[in-house]
C-alpha cells in the first residue's frame, strides 16, 4: 500500500513564500518519479513540478524561477519551495509518486491560499 503525506500548505500574500513537502511510503521502486500538481477552482488539475531519484528536475512554465523541487537523498521526501507567490498560485496542490511497478499514486492535496 502506497501512501502519501503532504504538509505546508496554507495562507500567504502576494509575494511570499511556502514550502511544500511530502513522504511517501509502502512498496515503491528505487526508481521512481514524485512530483506536485495542482488544481485551482474551476480548472483541470495541472502540472507544476517533477523530480527523478537521480536528480533531474522539470518545471511548468510558470513556476520556473520561482519553484524550486528537491529531494532528500534516497529518501522518497520531496518539497517544493515556492517563492514569489501570485494569486494565480492558489490552488490544492497534490503530491504525486509513479513507478514502473505501482503505477501512480496521489496525495489527498494540500490547500495554498494566495492573498492579495
Known amino acids: 500500500q502506497v501512501q502519501l503525506v503532504e504538509s505546508g500548505g496554507g495562507l500567504v500574500q502576494v509575494g511570499g513564500s511556502l514550502r511544500l513537502s511530502c513522504t511517501a511510503s509502502g512498496n515503491i521502486d528505487d526508481q521512481n518519479i514524485m512530483g506536485w500538481y495542482r488544481q485551482a477552482p474551476g480548472k483541470q488539475r495541472e502540472f507544476v513540478a517533477v523530480i527523478l531519484t537521480g536528480g533531474t528536475t522539470d518545471y511548468e512554465a510558470s513556476a520556473k524561477g520561482r519553484f524550486t523541487i528537491t529531494r532528500d537523498g534516497s529518501k522518497n521526501t520531496i518539497h517544493l519551495q515556492m517563492n514569489n507567490l501570485r494569486s494565480d498560485d492558489t490552488a490544492i496542490y497534490y503530491c504525486?509518486?509513479?513507478?514502473?511497478?505501482?503505477?501512480?499514486?496521489w496525495g489527498q492535496g494540500i490547500q495554498v491560499t494566495v492573498s492579495s
Open positions: 504525486t509518486v509513479r513507478a514502473i511497478s505501482i503505477g501512480t499514486h
